[in-house]
């Protein structure tokens, strides 16, 4: 048995043993635990010789590739390139409604965006005489490990998951894979260590497709900005209510119908909210969370109040299954 401490020693060792005194390390980071975590391990073990890249897709939470920026380049040390593709995943995915389709097409225009990008920082630093980039960082955890050696073809009943790296194993690099014993938890435990703040290392998981699976019906630059908004207020209530660690995750949902209300004295035609958050060990089951009654109140009221565009809020107290954690 090890002490996460000489888990950090070895990693680190074995590392630079594998990439040698000048190999280079491209990885994706989405602003998650375990992609934050692997970065800010190779940032410790080769330094700039690691470069990571995060694609923003615009489905991201509000203001998160700021966030990303600030968290792992200015805190963390770590070389970060951030590349706005919003404009290039928005139009791709316009007039598509179908989850599966949408998922499909984030996943395929990120790894075009993120080789590109690759491309990009390869024949900058080849110039400056650095050598090539010959290894490829996955956040890669034990479960992950397990599940892809288990699970044996497609099921209808089971969604497409992604994660950002899995995407890129067919990209002619070696893979790095320092996650791949952990458990998340463990991989928690080795964020506090390396010094990565306790909000972060507790953050709740994100879809790769982001908010796109939460935007039911059409993906548009304004249907964005109103979900960023309202689950913006949902997260921050949450928080301030010191209940997100209780929370396994939770959510906004933006339905494509309206629904009428009233604002003074004049009536209202407008979109719906729905809230969702919910308990659970694996997330192959999952409960519904019951609210203090005056929480709920306080969210619904200030999305009904800060968020143009919506007049109403509902909330989910749907289990997995029949249901699933997600809308779509
Ligand atoms: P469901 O909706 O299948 O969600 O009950 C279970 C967990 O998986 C996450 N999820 C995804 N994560 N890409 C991801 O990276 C996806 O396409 C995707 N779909 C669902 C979901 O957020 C929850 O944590």
């Known amino acids: 048995h090890w002490t996460m401490e000489e888990f950090i020693g070895k990693e680190i060792a074995r590392i630079r043993e594998i990439c040698g005194p000048a190999g280079r390390v491209i990885g994706a980071v989405s602003g998650g635990v375990d992609s934050t975590v692997a970065a800010k391990l190779m940032h ?22 700021k966030q990303v920026h600030e968290m792992l380049n200015t805190n963390l040390g770590v070389n970060l390139t951030v590349v706005d593709a919003s404009e290039l995943f928005l139009s791709r995915l316009e007039g598509i409604e179908d989850p599966e389709q949408k998922r499909k097409i984030i996943g395929n225009t990120f790894i075009n965006v993120f080789e590109d990008e690759a491309a990009k920082i390869e024949s900058a630093e080849e110039s400056l005489g650095k050598g090539r980039v010959e290894w490829l ?93 309202a689950d913006s207020i949902y997260i921050e209530e949450i928080r301030k209510a010191g209940l997100y660690d209780q929370i396994a995750q939770a959510f906004a949902v933006l339905l494509p119908v309206r ?70």
Not at 45 to 60: E, P, T, Y
Not at 217 to 222: E, P, Q
Not at 267 to 287: G, H, P
């Open 137 to 229: 960082l996955q956040g890669t955890l034990y479960p992950d490990v397990i599940e892809s050696i288990s699970f044996k073809g497609p099921s209808a009943t089971i969604k497409t998951h992604h994660n950002v790296g899995g995407l890129l194993k067919d990209m002619k690099l070696k893979l790095i894979e320092p996650l791949r014993e952990l458990f998340k938890d463990e991989v928690r435990a080795l964020g506090c260590l390396l010094g990565i703040p306790a909000p972060l290392v507790q953050r709740h998981p994100f879809p790769g497709p982001g908010l796109a699976i939460r935007i039911l019906g059409l993906v548009t630059r304004s249907q964005v900005a109103i979900l960023q908004q």
């Open 259 to 328: 629904a009428v209300g009233v604002m003074g004295d004049v009536r209202t035609y407008e979109q719906v909210i729905a809230l969702r958050a919910v308990q659970t060990e694996d997330f192959m089951t999952a409960d519904w969370y019951v609210f203090p009654a005056d929480i709920l109140r306080r969210i619904s009221s200030r999305i009904t109040n800060e968020v143009a565009g919506i007049n109403r809020v509902t909330y989910d107290i749907s289990s997995k299954p029949p249901a699933t954690v997600e809308w779509l």
């Open 44 to 65: 410790e073990a080769i330094g700039d010789r690691f470069h990571a890249i995060m694609v923003d897709n615009g489905v991201l939470r509000l203001n998160e590739a």
